[in-house]
């Protein structure tokens, strides 16, 4: 049974850091794109970063792009975001999330998912 299972979420100014992790287990790991994707309420999830198996290549929304840094160990088998400069609009649920492909930018096409973490930017 493959689970993905992400942490690191909470409550934070704007400005400041986060750093959410993700942990996986029952999927050969090392075979998978790993990404990271977010939700707002009310609006569509949305991608934000990838990283491939490799793990040489990494893919950024526009929104997160210098701000934000996907990282995966295949050692232990985790990914990790690490978010800098945070801002209001970044507030959303975040969702790990593994494909066989990459670069691949569309949730529907993503074959494993977790449940989520909150992230909450005040201003």
């Known amino acids: 049974q493959v689970q993905l299972v992400e942490s690191g979420g909470g409550l934070v100014q704007a400005g400041n850091s986060l750093r959410l992790s993700c942990a996986a287990s029952?999927?050969?790991?090392?075979?998978?794109?790993m990404a990271w994707f977010r939700q707002a309420p009310g609006k569509e999830r949305e991608f934000v970063a990838a990283?491939?198996?490799?793990?040489?290549?990494?893919r950024y929304a526009d929104s997160v792009n210098d701000r934000f840094t996907i990282s995966r160990d295949n050692v232990k088998n985790t990914v990790a975001l690490q978010m800098n400069n945070l801002r209001p609009e970044d507030t959303a649920v975040y969702f790990c999330?593994?494909?066989?492909?990459?670069?691949?930018?569309?949730?529907?096409?993503?074959?494993?998912w977790g449940q989520g973490t909150q992230v909450t930017v005040s201003s």
């Open positions: 029952g999927l050969a790991f090392s075979s998978y794109a």
């Open positions: 990283v491939s198996p490799d793990p040489v290549s990494h």
């Open positions: 999330a593994a494909a066989g492909r990459f670069p691949i930018y569309r949730s529907i096409m993503y074959d494993y």
